[in-house]
């Protein structure tokens, strides 16, 4: 849970970096491939291609292709379809597909994961909601293609993980998710990018060397580690105790506007989710004993 809350931190405060610095002043796909070029350049030092089979380095590129190249396509062009208040509503459904594609994987089906993820996408919902219009459903499958992506990572990597030797290096094998990624970016910039919207400031080049250096080179590392030591119904909530902590480091650096009571509100649901969901597992141990 470490792993999760230290990463929670990192990206709560990479949201608004991207929001005040990045958007709209440098193109999102040029953006994308730089933070995960340079996430590889951190990881492919380590990297010991002996360690793992054929398979299993396609398996971890595939993992990569999908949590982080395909998602950040659909990410980015649902602002294309919504309003930035739709899209974040949009995303608090991740935790609901986590809870479902971790019991698929692993073959099983646990409802109370439902619940405590439905109490943790009900807190994100009080945070977030500020009305929608008739004409979003198309914008809406998009934003559900990227909390798909993002989701099925995030479990395919636990299932991907309880494979590999214990005594394995992590870090020596997780370049491979980088490289799948660029697999799938590079060609998206080629393709849609923009020429004309390429970083022209010390400040540009200096958010996305943090956003690929230590953001996403070390966050999704330590994201997917984590998510490998706790329960499903842990990370589910982890992946919406984004949005408070998001708003919270906005609120105190940038002095954005903010609902203190909503945030105060949906904050109280969330964390009452996880303690929920710990207080479940504390009770289910000496009976599984």
């Not at 360690?51 to 299993?56: A, C, E, H, I, N």
């Not at 930035?84 to 949009?90: A, K």
Request: aromatic letters at 14%; one cysteine or more; glycine letters at 10%.
């Amino acid at each position: 849970m470490s792993y999760l809350i230290g990463v929670t931190v990192l990206w709560a405060f990479s949201f608004s970096l991207i929001g005040v610095y990045l958007a709209g002043q440098v193109d999102s796909y040029f953006a994308v491939l730089m933070r995960v070029g340079l996430a590889a350049l951190v990881f492919l030092p380590f990297l010991r291609p002996q360690l793992l089979k054929g398979r299993q380095r396609l398996a971890l590129m595939g993992l990569g292709a999908v949590q982080l190249g395909v998602m950040y396509i659909f990410f980015y062009q649902s602002f294309l379809l919504l309003s930035v208040p739709e899209v974040l509503l949009f995303t608090i459904f991740t935790p609901l597909y986590v809870t479902l594609l971790d019991d698929a994987l692993f073959g099983r089906f646990t409802p109370f994961y439902l619940l405590t993820a439905a109490l943790a996408v009900m807190g994100a919902a009080v945070i977030r909601y500020d009305g929608i219009d008739s004409g979003f459903w198309l914008g809406f499958l998009v934003v559900q293609g990227a909390n798909l992506c993002f989701a099925l990572g995030q479990v395919g990597y636990r299932r991907f993980s309880v494979t590999l030797p214990a005594e394995l290096p992590r870090h020596s094998v997780f370049a491979w998710f980088y490289l799948g990624a660029l697999v799938v970016v590079l060609p998206a910039f080629a393709l849609l990018g923009n020429s004309a919207m390429l970083p022209t400031t010390g400040v540009h080049w200096g958010v996305l060397m943090w956003l690929g250096l230590v953001a996403s080179g070390l966050g999704y590392f330590f994201w997917n580690l984590g998510a490998t030591r706790v329960d499903a119904g842990a990370l589910a909530i982890m992946n919406n105790a984004l949005i408070p902590a998001g708003l919270l480091v906005n609120l105190v650096i940038w002095n954005r506007d903010a609902d203190l009571v909503r945030l105060a509100m949906g904050g109280a649901i969330i964390v009452g989710s996880l303690v929920l969901n710990e207080w479940w597992l504390r009770r289910r141990a000496p009976a599984a004993a």
